[in-house]
Each structure stands twice: as structure tokens, then as C-alpha cells.
């Protein structure tokens, strides 16, 4: 027996075979690879600089049968002076030995300290005297100086919580991530060599314009000459003019 097939049905079948045909010829075009996507995380997020408040600090050796400071000593003590008027936040502690055999001794340095400070431009009320006994008698005590700063850190580095190789349980390594320590030194050098850490939050502000540099620059511009700088003399400091 013989199904008869409904006109319109008739006349769509070719057409539909035309398109499976054509879906098929592009599926077999598109290769069936696994796509592999690429996460990461920023070393910047994962290891912030951050902006605190930490120590400054120098040591002073002083001998038990001498008192006073040395040339090099009296220069060490005026620079920790003068980086203090210019970024101290607290008052400069002396930290100075007491039941010691050069206790005497480095009572007289201290007085020279104290001085010094002074001379630096460190006022007498931002120095504080504090007197401590060394646990170690072998130890040679010491007058340490201190004042807090802000300072910029990050870190602690060297955190190696995954392995870096291909094993079933490291997951960065399948997925293509940076290894967690990524990132940590240089984030830790860069707030080691920041003077003022404010920069990190906002900018300077601007300086003033060098006022009788411009008015020259502006004046040349007027008359139409060229505004560059010469200078008569520049040639007087070439070696030679073999090489031409």
C-alpha cells in the first residue's frame, strides 16, 4: 500500500534536506576542542602595599672605658636628626643600658647624644630616656635610637602553599593561575624604595611655575625668534670631532 505524502509537505522535504545537509558540512569544518580559559589574580590584590606606622632606627656601640662618641658615631646621630624633622612622628627614644659595665660610659654618650639631636633640630621634649637590661651578659649593650615613621610594606614573601609542578592536587597549574608568591618582591621592593608613601594615595601638589623663564619664552614667541636656550659655550666640552 502506498502512502501519499500531502503537497505542501512534499515541496518542504527538499529544502530540509538541503539544510541538514549544510549543518552537517559546517559541523564537520568546526574542530571539537576543549576550550581552556585562562583565570588570574592580581599579584597587586594578593600582595598590597600598605601605607603604616614602623620604626627608624640606629645602634651606638659604646666601649666600657670610653665615653663620648666617635666622628663616625656624631654622623650617624645627626642624619637619624635630620630624617627626623622631615618624617619622624613621634618622639626619638634612647634606649640606654643601666647595670652594665659600661653603664657610665654610655651615660656620658648619651649626654653627647642628646646634643647632638639638639644641634640637629630635634627639640629637647621629643627625646625620651629609657633605661633597659641586656638578657644577654654576653652581649655588648648598646644605645639604640628610635623614632616611628610612616613607611610603605608588603609581604611576608616566600609563601609556597602549592606545589609549582604538575601533580592531581595543583589546581593553578591545570588552570593556568600564577603561583602564589608571584609578584611578592617586586610589590616588596617597590614600597622599600617609595620616599613618601602619601604618594601612593594621592598626588603632590603642583609647584609654581618658574615665573622669569616663561615671561622670556613668551616674549621671544611675540617677536617670532626661536624660543630655545643657546648656549655659547656647549661646544667648548666635545672631545673631539674625529668622528664626523
Request: glycine share 8%; proline share 9%; net charge positive.
Amino acid at each position: 500500500m502506498t502512502t501519499k505524502i500531502p503537497l505542501h509537505r512534499a515541496k518542504a522535504l527538499p529544502t530540509l534536506g538541503a539544510l541538514l545537509g549544510l549543518s552537517a558540512a559546517l559541523g564537520a569544518c568546526v574542530p571539537h576542542t576543549t576550550e581552556i580559559v585562562t583565570s588570574s589574580v592580581d599579584y597587586r590584590h594578593r600582595h598590597p602595599i600598605a601605607v603604616t606606622e614602623a620604626d627608624r632606627s640606629i645602634v651606638v656601640f659604646v666601649g666600657h672605658a670610653r665615653g663620648g662618641l666617635s666622628g663616625s658615631q656624631r654622623t650617624d646621630v645627626m642624619g637619624l636628626a635630620q630624617t627626623w624633622v622631615r618624617e619622624g612622628t613621634g618622639a626619638v627614644i634612647a634606649d640606654v643600658p643601666i647595670d652594665t659595665p659600661n653603664a657610665r660610659a654610655a651615660a656620658a654618650s648619651f649626654r653627647e647624644i642628646q646634643s647632638v639631636l639638639m644641634a640637629g633640630g630635634v627639640p629637647s621634649r621629643a627625646i625620651t630616656l629609657r633605661h633597659y637590661r641586656p638578657d644577654d651578659p654576653r652581649t655588648l649593650p648598646t644605645i639604640r635610637l628610635s623614632y616611628p615613621k610612616i613607611t610603605a610594606v608588603a609581604g611576608p614573601c616566600g609563601l609556597w602553599p602549592q606545589d609549582l609542578g604538575p601533580n592531581i592536587d595543583n589546581v593553578a597549574y591545570s588552570e593556568n593561575r600564577p603561583y602564589h608568591n608571584f609578584g611578592c618582591a617586586t610589590q616588596r621592593n617597590l614600597a622599600a624604595m617609595i620616599d613618601n608613601p602619601a604618594d601612593l594615595e594621592q598626588p603632590r601638589p603642583e609647584s609654581p611655575a618658574y615665573t622669569p623663564r616663561r615671561d622670556i619664552a613668551f616674549e621671544k614667541y611675540r617677536k617670532g625668534v626661536p624660543t630655545a636656550t643657546t648656549y655659547p659655550e656647549a661646544d667648548k666640552a666635545k672631545l673631539s670631532d674625529s668622528g664626523k
